[in-house]
């Protein structure tokens, strides 16, 4: 029988996802499971390999040729090494790749999450077509990744792509990575519940204080665009800022890579207009009008989809 089947694995902090991934980027026999409370690496890699066998026993395993893995990290390319992944337990030096393959015995492939998120939408997703892309995600973090030229363009020692660790305010707010002022600590979901929070702590009225039941700690990302698009003006005020400095971002990599377009993707761009206007307005603010010309801004189509197409984008032979 031929080995006509490919597995994508999206490996996030919470839950494990796999899937078969055929041409065009079409998924079947998906299966998750929880990653949550897991305290070592021989824990989690337990997670993926029972997560791939259960898509196996689904399809068949005798027909799956191979399996992409996106995960969180800095990964080193050739070995599929995981040199370090802060949300992971014991993602440290691990050399993922063949510990998953002595496990699947089947080839495997490694890929970080955020550039495994791109290839998927630059396959099949709301960069189809173009060459020279960016894809930024908006969610727990900041993730990003680039496109030039249909390759993915890693920096010389894999750790390319940050966007969200780019700096937007000079000696800003603290950011996880230990650094002041990053895109993240302003534009990522927790980031904009914490602006929020803080708001709160003013006189200001606002239907927020209801939404979350007097505890302003219950307060999500989900709240203050929901708040937002009601006309509150504390969630407004809010999530135009997140979207100005993401657009402050976007137009600074605009004049840096000339890319086609940027394509972002996360929970947060469930908020629509409220996030993309601002992001319009600073590019047409700040950005080389040469390069800002033929720049689009789209949002994201494949959901939480994207990184399992793009992990298993390696092993599809055809489109």
């Known amino acids: 029988m031929a080995r006509d089947l490919v597995i994508g694995v999206d490996l996030g902090g919470t839950n494990v996802r796999s899937a078969v991934v055929g041409d065009g980027g079409v998924i079947s026999h998906h299966v998750k499971l929880s990653v949550s409370g897991s305290t070592s690496a021989d824990e989690v890699i337990d997670h993926i390999v029972a997560c791939v066998g259960q898509t196996m026993a689904s399809c068949g395993r005798e027909r799956v040729r191979g399996v992409g893995v996106g995960t969180p990290g800095l990964i080193i390319e050739e070995t599929g090494t995981i040199v370090f992944a802060p949300n992971v337990p014991g993602w440290t030096d691990l050399p993922l790749k063949s510990l998953l393959e002595q496990r699947l015995d089947l080839p495997v492939m490694i890929e970080n999450d955020a550039n495994a998120a791109a290839i998927g939408e630059h396959w099949v997703g709301g960069g189809a077509g173009y060459k020279h892309l960016v894809c930024i995600t908006l969610g727990t973090g900041v993730g990003g990744a680039i496109i030039?030229?249909?390759?993915?363009?890693?920096?010389?020692?894999?750790?390319?792509?940050?966007?969200?660790?780019?700096?937007?305010?000079?000696?800003?707010?603290?950011c996880g990575c230990g650094a002041p002022g990053c895109l993240e600590a302003y534009a990522s979901a927790p980031a904009i519940a914490r602006q929020a929070r803080e708001a709160l702590h003013t006189d200001e009225e606002s239907v927020l204080r209801t939404m979350c039941g007097g505890d302003p700690g219950q307060i999500t990302s989900a709240m203050v665009s929901q708040a937002a698009q009601a006309g509150d003006a504390v969630a407004l005020a809010v999530m135009h800022r997140a979207g100005t400095l993401l657009g402050v971002a976007v137009a600074s990599l605009t004049n840096l890579l000339n890319p086609?377009?940027?394509?972002?993707?996360?929970?947060?761009?469930?908020?629509?207009?409220?996030i993309f206007d601002p992001i319009q307005h600073e590019i047409e603010k700040r950005a080389y009008k040469w390069s800002?010309?033929?720049?689009?801004?789209?949002?994201?189509?494949?959901g939480d989809?994207?990184?399992?197409?793009?992990?298993?984008?390696?092993?599809?032979?055809?489109d």
């Not at 086609?260 to 409220?274: K, P, Q, R, S, Y």
């Open 305 to 318: 989809d994207a990184g399992i197409i793009g992990a298993a984008r390696y092993f599809v032979i055809s």
């Open 260 to 274: 086609e377009i940027f394509v972002i993707g996360g929970g947060v761009i469930n908020a629509g207009d409220l």
């Open 148 to 174: 030039i030229n249909n390759q993915v363009w890693r920096g010389a020692n894999g750790a390319g792509g940050e966007v969200g660790h780019t700096t937007v305010i000079e000696n800003g707010v603290l």
């Open 292 to 302: 800002a010309s033929i720049l689009k801004v789209v949002p994201a189509r494949l």
